[in-house]
T-cell receptor
Framework: GAVVSQHPSWVICKSGTSVKIECRSLDFQATTMFWYRQFPKQSLMLMATSNEGSKATYEQGVEKDKFLINHASLTLSTLTVTSAHPEDSSFYIC?????????????FGDGTRLSIL | DAKTTQPTSMDCAEGRAANLPCNHSTISGNEYVYWYRQIHSQGPQYIIHGLKNNETNEMASLIITEDRKSSTLILPHATLRDTAVYYCIVRAASGTYKYIFGTGTRLKVLA
């Protein structure tokens, strides 16, 4: 299966700081990546679909100006949490689909735990 | 909304088979069933997927009912390391390819 790498794995920042999270596809070219957020003891919630070379598609209720997504290459998508506040503290996870077949499963990164003080 | 429903939690004795059910009564003809698990503080790990035939790999077996309205993930010999939250997801092989996660089943394997 695909190997997806996320960086950093853990970040602690002061309120008002902008934080960038990277998601890399290590062994294949990914035209589409997905970003999720997960609060403690809850399920994953899809935030947005990141498309290489075009604008991301955000899910309802997700502020696109708050969560900036850039997918400038076929192996890298970034999520920037702008002017982060304590309520943005969460576990952020990216994923992408492997292989050429349209039924291929998504593979997930190990997540980034963001804590805003 | 998620298209699947799963029991909130289950316990299984170590060494026994763990059978995790999933209901997806509104599944469409072109939608696959995917299973993942998530161990605390990690990203979800892919287990298996299928369309209508039963599937088996080195991790688990997937049994899909003939009407495709439900499925069961079977871990043949559960170990303590199988303790995790298990998610069942349905997704079409076309369109946006995005996953909508339900609440999953918290499986606890007991020694």
């Amino acid at each position: 299966g695909a190997v997806v790498s996320q960086h950093p794995s853990w970040v602690i920042c002061k309120s008002g700081t902008s934080v960038k999270i990277e998601c890399r596809s290590l062994d294949f070219q990914a035209t589409t990546m997905f970003w999720y957020r997960q609060f403690p003891k809850q399920s994953l919630m899809l935030m947005a679909t990141s498309n290489e070379g075009s604008k991301a598609t955000y899910e309802q209720g997700v502020e696109k100006d708050k969560f900036l997504i850039n997918h400038a290459s076929l192996t890298l998508s970034t999520l920037t949490v702008t002017s982060a506040h304590p309520e943005d503290s969460s576990f952020y996870i990216c994923s992408t689909a492997s292989g050429q077949g349209k039924n291929q499963p998504q593979h997930f990164g190990d997540g980034t735990r963001l804590s805003i003080l | 909304d998620a298209k699947t429903t799963q029991p909130t939690s289950m316990d299984c004795a170590e060494g026994r088979a763990a059978n995790l059910p999933c209901n997806h009564s509104t599944i469409s003809g072109n939608e696959y069933v995917y299973w993942y698990r998530q161990i605390h503080s990690q990203g979800p790990q892919y287990i298996i997927h299928g369309l209508k035939n039963n599937e088996t790999n080195e991790m688990a077996s997937l049994i899909i009912t003939e009407d495709r309205k439900s499925s069961t993930l079977i871990l043949p010999h559960a170990t303590l390391r199988d303790t995790a939250v298990y998610y069942c997801i349905v997704r079409a092989a076309s369109g946006t390819y995005k996953y909508i996660f339900g609440t999953g089943t918290r499986l606890k394997v007991l020694a």
